[in-house]
T-cell receptor
Framework: QSVLTQPPSASGTPGQRVTISCSGSSSNIGSDAVNWYQQFPGMAPKLLIYNDNQRPSGVPDRFSGSKSGTSASLAISGLQSEDEADYYC???????????FGGGTKLTVL | EVQLVESGGELVQAGGSLRLSCEASGFIITSFWMHWVRQAPGKGLVWVSRINSDGSSTTYADSVKGRFTISRDNAKNTLYLQMNSLRAEDAAVYYCARSRYYGWGNYGFDVWGQGTMITVSS
C-alpha cells in the first residue's frame, strides 16, 4: 500500500479535462513539494510537473498541477489520445526520511 | 546528450547478490544527488535509495536497509547498487535517476535511465 493515495484509474474523451488526485499527510504533501511523472508502458517515467505546479521545458501547458493542504492534483485539459499513460505523484516524506510515490493512475482516453 | 544507462540486471537465486551499474553521460554525477527507483511487474514506482552529490550521505527505504548499498565511482561517472540477500519481492525493473534542485529545498527526478530487470528465483 502506497503512502500517497491515487485513484487506480481515470478516463476521459478527447478534448475533455481530467484531474487525478493524490492524497497524503502532513509529513509528505503537507510539508514538501509534489512532483508528477508520466509513464508509458515499457518506458521510463518522465518528469511532468515539479514544485507542485511547474512544468519542465517541453511539457505542454495542457498539463497543470496544484496543491492544497495534504492533497495535490494533476489536471490535463484538451485531452489527447497520446496522453494515455500511467501518472504518479511523488514527494519527500519527513517521517519516513525517503521519497514516496503514489500507487499510480492509469489514464484511458476513450 | 544527457543520459543514464543501467546494466547488471539478471536472474538470481533468492539469497544471492547482484550489483547494478548506472553510467551517466552528458553530465557529471558529482553535481547531483542520484537515486535508485524500482518497479515490480505491473506495479507502481518505489523509491529505493539515494546518495548525495559528494557521496558522503546515503539513505535507504526500510525494505532494503541493511541489504542494499548505493555508491558511486566519480572517475567512471557511474552509480552502483549492491544488492545482497535478495528476496522474491526485490524482483523489479530498477531505474537510476538524477535529482535536480528546483529551489525552496525541492527536488525532482529529471533524468531517468531505461531500467534493468532483476528476476529472483526461489
Amino acid at each position: 500500500q502506497s503512502v500517497l493515495t491515487q485513484p487506480p484509474s481515470a478516463s476521459g474523451t478527447p478534448g475533455q479535462r481530467v484531474t487525478i488526485s493524490c492524497s497524503g499527510s502532513s509529513s509528505n504533501i503537507g510539508s514538501d513539494a509534489v512532483n508528477w511523472y508520466q509513464q508509458f508502458p515499457g518506458m521510463a517515467p518522465k518528469l511532468l510537473i515539479y514544485n507542485d505546479n511547474q512544468r519542465p521545458s517541453g511539457v505542454p501547458d495542457r498539463f497543470s498541477g496544484s496543491k492544497s493542504g495534504t492533497s495535490a492534483s494533476l489536471a490535463i485539459s484538451g485531452l489527447q489520445s497520446e496522453d494515455e499513460a500511467d501518472y504518479y505523484c511523488a514527494t519527500w516524506d519527513d517521517s519516513l526520511d525517503g521519497w514516496v510515490f503514489g500507487g499510480g493512475t492509469k489514464l484511458t482516453v476513450l | 546528450e544527457v543520459q543514464l544507462v543501467e546494466s547488471g540486471g539478471e536472474l538470481v537465486q533468492a539469497g544471492g547478490s547482484l550489483r547494478l551499474s548506472c553510467e551517466a553521460s552528458g553530465f557529471i554525477i558529482t553535481s547531483f544527488w542520484m537515486h535508485w527507483v524500482r518497479q515490480a511487474p505491473g506495479k507502481g514506482l518505489v523509491w529505493v535509495s539515494r546518495i548525495n552529490s559528494d557521496g558522503s550521505s546515503t539513505t535507504y527505504a526500510d525494505s532494503v536497509k541493511g541489504r542494499f548499498t548505493i555508491s558511486r565511482d566519480n572517475a567512471k561517472n557511474t552509480l552502483y547498487l549492491q544488492m545482497n540477500s535478495l528476496r522474491a519481492e526485490d524482483a523489479a525493473v530498477y531505474y537510476c535517476a538524477r535529482s535536480r534542485y528546483y529551489g525552496w529545498g525541492n527536488y525532482g527526478f529529471d533524468v531517468w535511465g531505461q531500467g534493468t530487470m532483476i528476476t529472483v528465483s526461489s
